[in-house]
């Protein structure tokens, strides 16, 4: 089939809905307010993980899909590496669930339930802030905070580090009086012998 009419029929095709399979979602299907953000608790409601609930560990815009920690796992099959090219191994990865297959989980009631944005002035600064609530309620369910030492770098644990004193040492001082090329020699040999500008 020719590029062309494939993307001439995505133009009809609704992929608000598509399987992650799919791997495209149509510019005017993507969801413009995520209202499930990395690290809420989420309930699944509908596919073969129906009635589980847990982390999300990724937002996939681009799929409006989500992944969900220790849920929906695949087999990946990891090709042969050129360094043991007899070793072929396979891994449980997490699958994308679409995004309408699951619900925020309210903090009090701990039931799947719906959501919104809603302005709320903070007292403090005194600017409008966009919270989530529960529909119908005064509940708000606050964002969950990045956990910054998941994602720290280790700190000079190996003994291939350099330590900080080391990376602070000066170890070479300019002089004017010296010149930066030990002979004349080698900028001879950098010259184009052939510009007229020798």
Do not use: C
């Amino acid at each position: 089939m020719q590029p062309s009419l494939v993307s001439g029929m995505r133009r009809f095709i609704n992929t608000k809905l598509q399987p992650t399979r799919v791997k495209y979602v149509a510019p005017q299907d993507k969801i413009k307010m995520w209202r499930i953000v990395r690290g809420d608790e989420v309930y699944i409601t509908s596919g073969k993980e129906k009635g589980k609930t847990g982390t999300v560990k990724k937002v996939l815009r681009s799929l409006n899909s989500l992944l969900i920690e220790d849920r929906n796992m695949v087999t990946k099959h990891i090709r042969p590496q050129a360094m043991d090219p007899t070793k072929a191994t396979r891994v449980q990865i997490e699958a994308p669930i679409h995004v309408s297959n699951v619900s925020l989980i309210d903090p009090q009631t701990r039931q799947p339930v719906r959501t919104h944005y809603r302005e709320v002035v903070d007292s403090k600064s005194g600017k409008p802030e966009r919270k989530r609530f529960v529909v119908g309620t005064e509940v708000e369910i606050p964002k969950p905070k990045a956990d910054i030492a998941k994602y720290k770098l280790e700190r000079f644990d190996s003994a291939k580090d350099t330590s900080p004193q080391l990376a602070r040492e000066v170890t070479f001082i300019p002089d004017i009086n010296v010149p930066p090329f030990p002979s004349s020699s080698i900028l001879d040999e950098l010259r184009n012998p052939y510009s007229k500008f020798h």
